[in-house]
């Protein structure tokens, strides 16, 4: 399925802290030489939870899969400054796991990760009520504050969710279908998703 042929390989030093930890004898990354390797890689500092702070990376390394990787960093090492895994100590950072996630595999992990947000939100109140339509919505899901993915779609083009209903209410942005009349008249005459 995947490209296996052809594709050629490089190992390229990288940062010490990747792999660092665990197997210290290996520093290398092996990148395919790929257009995808040109994205940038999505990092996150997690930093809710003291004793489950730590650092996540997304990123394209292989054809056809997602590359995820996590540093879990000590309860006292993550102050405010640290901003990325490699401002911290090695002595810092107890755990480092990654993997390579296939496409469909990397699909359902952001699935669940919308519903359970979307869960998050509704049970803690911190929902949002849309200025054009009047729904309730996740607001962390929202591009465009006050309003919800599909209003911001189509008054401003906005790259909208992938809607997938529930109950009658989107279990990713928490959108309840509701329609204004002026979006309903931009509907009407735009062919759009
Ligand atoms: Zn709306
Ligand atoms: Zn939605």
Redesign the pocket.
């Given at each position: 399925m995947q490209g296996s042929g052809g594709q050629r390989t490089m190992e390229i030093d990288v940062n010490p802290k990747h792999h660092s930890h665990g197997t210290p004898d290996r520093l290398t990354y092996r990148l395919q030489r790929h257009p995808m390797n040109d994205i940038e890689p999505t990092r996150l500092r997690c930093d809710g939870i003291q004793y489950r702070s730590g650092f996540i990376e997304a990123r394209l390394v292989h054809a056809g899969h997602v590359n995820l990787e996590t540093w879990s960093v000590g309860p006292d090492a993550l102050g405010a400054s640290p901003q990325w895994v490699t401002d911290v100590s090695d002595t810092s950072v107890p755990g480092n796991v990654e993997l390579e996630l296939d496409l469909r595999t990397a699909m359902q992990l952001a699935d669940s990760l919308h519903e359970l947000v979307a869960i998050q939100a509704a049970r803690t109140g911190t929902e949002a009520s849309c200025d054009e339509c009047g729904s309730q919505f996740v607001s962390s899901?929202a591009i465009m504050s006050g309003l919800c993915?599909?209003c911001s779609h189509y008054l401003y083009n906005k790259p909208n969710?992938?809607?997938?209903f529930h109950d009658g209410r989107?279990r990713?942005?928490?959108?309840d279908g509701s329609v204004s009349d002026y979006v309903a008249r931009i509907k009407g005459t735009a062919k759009s998703g």
């Open positions: 899901t993915p599909e969710c992938a809607h997938s989107c990713r942005c928490g959108w």
